[in-house]
C-alpha cells in the first residue's frame, strides 16, 4: 500500500512570509496528525484530525498556524507569518483509527526553513 | 500527565554486542507504549508497541522490548547490534482515554561502531 505523501520535502521562506504543507494520509485511515521536529528534539503534536473533525489543537500556535482536512482525506497545514523559531521538521502521521492501538504511519516530512 | 523520559541523548555500541535503549514513562491508566525508528532525511518507522499481554514485545529487525510495570519503563533492546542499526530511536506513550494523544521522549541517537 501507498505510504504517507508529503510535499513539498523542503522550503526556504524569509521571516513574516507566508507557507504550507500538503498530507495525505494511507487510505483508509481516518486520523491525521501534523507533528513539528525542532532539531535534537522528539515531535511534538500540533493538531489532531479524526475524519475532517479536529480531536486535539492544544499546542498549536493558533495565531499563525492553522491547518483544515476539508473532505477528511488530505490536509494542509499554513504558517502565516512565519518566525525564525518555526524552523523545523513538520511531520504528517496516520492511524487506522482514532481509540484503536494501532501505530502511527508517518510522512517523510517537510523540512522548513525560516531565515 | 503523560510524560516519556529517554535518559541518554547517545548509547555506543559495538558490532555484535548487545544493545539497550532506555525509556521510562508516567501516564495514568493503562499505556499503550511504542518504539519509532528515524533514519536520516525520512519519517519515523515503526519497530513495536506493547498494548497488553506478554512483558516481552518482539518487533523489527530483530529489536525487542521489555515492558515492566513497577519500574514504568520500556527499554528497547537487542541481543548483536549491527551498523546498520544506527539511528534515531524514540520511544512513545499513548493514552487510553481522552484525545489518546501520542508523547514522544526526546530521542536517543544509537551509534553502533564497527
Known amino acids: 500500500e501507498a505510504g504517507v505523501a508529503q510535499s513539498p520535502r523542503y522550503k526556504i521562506i524569509e521571516k513574516r512570509q507566508s507557507v504550507a504543507f500538503w498530507c495525505n494520509p494511507i487510505s483508509g485511515h481516518a486520523t491525521l496528525y501534523w507533528y513539528q521536529q525542532i532539531l535534537g528534539q522528539g515531535p511534538k503534536l500540533l493538531i489532531q484530525?479524526?475524519?475532517?473533525?479536529?480531536?486535539?489543537d492544544s499546542q498549536l500556535p493558533k495565531d499563525r498556524f492553522s491547518a483544515e482536512r476539508l473532505k477528511g482525506v488530505d490536509s494542509t497545514l499554513k504558517i502565516q507569518p512565519a518566525k525564525l523559531e518555526d524552523s523545523a521538521v513538520y511531520l504528517c502521521a496516520s492511524t487506522e483509527s482514532f481509540t484503536g492501538y494501532n501505530e502511527q504511519f508517518f510522512g517523510p516530512g517537510t523540512r522548513l526553513t525560516v531565515l | 500527565a503523560q510524560s516519556v523520559a529517554q535518559p541518554e541523548d547517545q548509547v555506543n555500541v559495538a558490532e555484535g554486542n548487545p544493545l539497550t535503549v532506555k525509556c521510562t514513562y508516567s501516564?495514568?491508566?493503562?499505556?499503550?507504549l511504542f518504539w519509532y525508528v528515524q533514519y536520516p532525511n525520512r519519517g519515523l518507522q515503526f519497530l513495536l508497541k506493547y498494548i497488553t499481554g506478554d512483558n516481552l514485545v518482539k518487533g523489527s529487525y530483530g529489536f525487542e522490548a521489555e515492558f515492566n510495570k513497577s519500574q514504568t519503563s520500556f527499554h528497547l533492546k537487542k541481543p548483536s547490534a549491527l551498523v546498520s542499526d544506527s539511528a534515531l530511536y524514540f520511544c512513545?506513550?499513548?493514552?487510553?482515554?481522552?484525545?489518546?494523544?501520542?508523547?514522544f521522549g526526546t530521542g536517543t541517537r544509537l551509534k553502533v561502531l564497527a
Open positions: 484530525f479524526q475524519n475532517n473533525g479536529v480531536v486535539d
Open positions: 512513545a506513550v499513548r493514552g487510553s482515554s481522552g484525545t489518546y494523544k501520542y508523547i
Open positions: 501516564v495514568s491508566g493503562n499505556p499503550y
